[in-house]
């Protein structure tokens, strides 16, 4: 007979499933479109390959874990276990940090438009990529031992630290202090970019008030939403997971609400920011 924890897993790996198509079709677009072979598309790839990295490990290690074991004594001293969790942090690390650096990179467009090129060329795309991957490893090598580790436990539906010293000091400053320090970055960069967008466009239209239709300023406003809408949706979306793992979950009274407001969120998030 299925349980709760069977159904949830079902929809762990639909998420997931949903999640990999999107991320890999923007992985596609990329590096398809000529437009996006640029700093910003190679920070767009690497951010797309973390996602996906988050949701293969959900989809098809913890969501089968979870439907088809029935013996949990011992899971979270499992090896695969504890790897599998320190390589799915490294991947959320990296998800969350290169989206950190395609808001500098627009930043960086918008600020310096006559050094942008010069700043952000191939080869400084290069090292900051390389910079995103090393730092997300090296960020999870405290995760490392049976008494500081970062695990699914299936009764629970839920990954989450280990209840040691290590373990919870990790999440607290490994975890939520440096997520809300990327979201912060990410919120500063992106408003001082819409700030000068802003600006640059009505001393635009100032100087060029005879020639300017209605058409043009209509397209202009429409890339100031549109890059407003994307970075507040973004911004947001990073901040409610965060929140929601850390603070909401610790309200949840019921295996239901502990799924949504941990695992869930966690997925929807990665699947939607491809």
């Not at 629970?156 to 997520?179: E, I, K, M, R, V």
Request: glycine share 6%.
């Amino acid at each position: 007979m299925l349980e709760f924890r069977h159904y949830a897993s079902i929809v762990m790996f639909l998420v997931s499933i949903f999640g990999t198509v999107s991320n890999c079709l923007a992985i596609l677009v990329v590096l398809k479109n000529s437009a996006l072979k640029s700093s910003f598309g190679a920070l767009c790839f690497s951010h797309c390959v973390a996602n996906l990295g988050v949701l293969v490990i959900f989809g098809f290690f913890a969501a089968p874990l979870n439907f088809l074991l029935n013996n949990f004594e011992n899971i979270n001293s499992s090896f695969a276990n504890q790897r599998m969790g320190q390589i799915s942090l490294m991947f959320y690390n990296a998800s969350i940090v290169s989206h950190l650096f395609v808001s500098i990179n627009r930043f960086v467009f918008i600020i310096f438009p006559t050094k942008a090129v010069q700043l952000m060329g191939r080869q400084t795309t290069g090292w900051i990529i390389v910079f995103i991957w090393v730092l997300s490893i090296v960020s999870v090598s405290p995760l490392s031992s049976e008494t500081c580790n970062f695990t699914f436990t299936p009764p629970s539906l839920q990954w989450g630290y280990s209840d040691t010293y290590c373990g919870q000091t990790y999440a607290q400053y490994g975890d939520f202090y440096f997520g809300i320090t990327v979201v912060g970055l990410v919120a500063l960069f992106d408003m001082i970019t819409l700030t000068k967008l802003r600006r640059a466009n009505e001393v635009w239209q100032s100087k060029n008030l005879q020639a300017t239709t209605t058409k043009t300023i209509n397209v202009r406003r429409s890339n100031e939403l549109r890059l407003f809408a994307q970075a507040l949706i973004q911004g947001c979306l990073l901040l409610i997971v965060l929140c929601s793992f850390n603070i909401f979950s610790g309200f949840s009274d019921t295996a239901l609400s502990l799924f949504i407001t941990t695992t869930l969120v966690c997925q929807i998030f990665h699947a939607s920011d491809g």
